[in-house]
């Protein structure tokens, strides 16, 4: 169901930059004579702007025509193209016949949008964007492309397909999570693709669709690890454990329930939990008691021990006077183990410098971890999911379960912050930064670009790809600033832990004088289409750190739904040094028309306006 009020982005008045006029040769425009000057020039207004211009035939003040340039140089130049304007449709008519195009419906309704919105195009854009109306891609509107055409001119972009594209979609408030799986079934059935790029996509596509999957394989091996450390555990339940780290590659089908933790092999990579064991077990020129030492003192700085477990392990140091380092290095992993599986379960979502508890355990069960432990964590995740092992399956649906029951703010926010970084929005700025260039190019934009550019890609996955990537560039393309304003734009598929919401954030904020954002005032609207509440805009108005949020949403019985959850997003905003105003909840019916002035003072004392939108 689409909702009659509910306006996507493309039809709300963005702000655009008002820079200077400035004119091509060739272009046609609407525009009247407001003065007239000797040597036949004369004062033309087109939409806000005014210009000098000379004229090929003498004019009447008032009168409006259509100009083409036919130079720029010194000034500009203009030629008529239609006598004094009297009617919308007989200008429309007037034109097509002075310029010789094609009097089509598309072209009828090119001319009528833009002799309203008064912006110069040329012929040959005209027979351009003509062609492009009539093999609109399936959900486009021509309301939607004509505005992407408005666009197209008034940010001065280039007038190609690529660039009308990228506005069209990238300003959809809904379907990016349908392009995705779109594009993943066509890949995934295409024979005619070079195996390695097919499964790096695919793999790109399932980091977007499971931006929580590390975390989910990190609680699935920190439960079967605790359940092997597991005294009164039973037997059966130990060997379903045991076996799932076996299908892990973590251990070796020669591993049994007595020989298990022989078999680890842990990480060298320094500051690691493995590498502290592994210096303990060395046969360094360092004494026992020298390892200890060090090793006792990494314990006291390691953020993701609590106390009691600090104290436990450093007990173990302390009563150890023997001179067998491997003896304690022993008990030590065990101890270890323990403590990092209960801080992978009791500690998501907490987030902290340096390395993670879940990466800290991989460190104690196998050396290759250590390389990459978000890869290794990605496709264990993978090999839990695709198992067929009943005990596996049934771990694997608790740790989500589990890992639902705990999602808060930062789980959202990781789990956000996961799909924009999978997504590649930003690859082209952070190559040019020192960074992990490998994960970089591993993410999905610059895959489908690559691909792309293949010529033996099939004609219909070669559309999915140019489609997907219209989206991700049209999110950049509108976003930018216009003088003091900045927008950001971001189409956010979510769909893990068994749902799925699209997501569109619209943010709409300042510039302080020093280049950096202005955090006491700003405008986001979320555009959500959730499984449940359907669609639902959020309103949230920023003044002086004062947080007013608008839900906009068609379900009657919402109020005593939310009440409970205004207490928390008062104490997280307060936490952030933010003050909840209140929380209206509205329906879409009343059809309110809910344009509000953010007035913004900047440090000159200056008053700016934020960007309205009409629900």
């Not at 059935?189 to 790096?200: F, G, H, L, Y």
């Not at 995740?381 to 608790?398: D, M």
């Not at 997003?569 to 307060?574: R, V, Y």
């Amino acid at each position: 169901m689409t909702i009659p009020s509910f306006q996507p982005i493309q039809n709300q008045q963005m702000a655009i930059q008002k820079g200077p006029l400035v004119l091509k040769q060739g272009q046609v425009f609407y525009g009247s004579v407001k003065q007239l000057y000797p040597n036949q020039t004369a004062e033309i207004q087109i939409g806000e702007h005014h210009l000098v211009a000379k004229l090929e035939t003498p004019l009447k003040v008032g009168d409006s025509h259509f100009f083409q340039v036919t130079g720029i140089n010194p000034q500009a130049e203009l030629k008529v193209v239609s006598g004094p304007m009297v009617k919308e449709s007989a200008n429309v008519q007037q034109l097509m016949e002075s310029l010789n195009l094609p009097k089509s419906q598309e072209m009828q309704q090119l001319l009528t949008h833009f002799i309203k919105n008064q912006l110069p195009i040329s012929r040959e854009q005209l027979m351009q964007a003509e062609s492009w109306l009539k093999s609109l891609p399936d959900g486009a509107s021509k309301q939607e492309a004509l505005s992407a055409l408005q666009k197209l001119v008034e940010l001065k972009l280039p007038f190609t397909e690529e660039t009308f594209k990228a506005l069209l979609f990238g300003s959809k408030t809904s379907g990016i999570t349908n392009n995705l799986e779109q594009f993943a079934q066509l890949l995934d059935r295409s024979s005619n693709v070079n195996p390695q790029a097919k499964e790096n996509l695919l793999n790109a596509i399932r980091s977007i669709a499971n931006p929580l999957e590390t975390e989910t394989a990190g609680l699935v091996i920190a439960r079967s690890v605790r359940t092997l450390l597991d005294g009164a555990a039973q037997s059966t339940i130990k060997q379903n454990a045991l076996n799932i780290l076996i299908e892990a590659n973590i251990l070796t089908k020669e591993a049994n329930l007595s020989n298990w933790l022989n078999q680890l092999t842990v990480s060298s990579k320094n500051d690691t939990a493995g590498s502290m064991i592994g210096r303990l077990q060395s046969g360094t020129e360092e004494t026992v008691a020298q390892r200890i030492q060090q090793i006792a003192g990494w314990v006291e700085n390691e953020h993701n021990l609590t106390a009691q477990q600090k104290n436990a392990i450093l007990q173990t140091l302390k009563s150890f006077n023997g001179t067998n380092g491997e003896q304690l290095g022993k008990q030590l992993h065990a101890q270890l183990l323990e403590a990092y599986s209960e801080q992978t379960v009791n500690g998501l979502f907490a987030k902290g410098d340096g390395i993670s508890p879940k990466e800290q355990l991989l460190s104690l069960l196998k050396h290759e971890f250590a390389s990459n432990p978000e890869a290794e964590l990605k496709n264990l995740a993978r090999t839990f999911q695709s198992s067929n092992e009943p005990a596996t399956n049934a771990l694997f649906a608790e740790s989500e379960e589990l890992l639902l029951s705990k999602l808060n703010g930062k789980g959202m926010q990781q789990a956000i912050q996961s799909i924009l970084k999978n997504l590649g929005l930003s690859y082209e700025s952070a190559l040019n930064k020192t960074g992990d260039v490998e994960s970089i190019v591993q993410s999905l934009k610059p895959q489908v670009l690559s691909f792309i550019r293949n010529e033996s890609v099939p004609a219909e996955l070669k559309n999915a790809a140019e489609m997907l990537l219209a989206r991700l560039n049209g999110m950049q393309l509108l976003s930018g600033e216009a003088g003091h304003q900045h927008q950001i734009i971001m189409q956010i598929p979510l769909q893990f832990l068994g749902k799925q919401v699209d997501a569109t954030v619209q943010w709409n904020g300042r510039m302080k004088k020093d280049g950096k954002i202005d955090s006491n005032y700003a405008r986001i609207l979320f555009y959500l289409n959730m499984e449940a509440l359907k669609e639902t805009v959020i309103d949230m108005q920023v003044q002086n750190r004062i947080v007013t949020v608008y839900v906009y949403n068609e379900h009657e019985g919402l109020e005593p739904l939310a009440e409970p959850l205004k207490k928390s997003l008062k104490a997280g905003l307060e936490e952030k040094n933010y003050h909840l105003s209140g929380v209206m909840i509205k329906p879409f019916s009343k059809r309110e028309n809910v344009t509000k002035k953010v007035e913004k003072t900047g440090d000159n004392g200056a008053s700016h306006k934020g960007v309205d939108i009409r629900i």
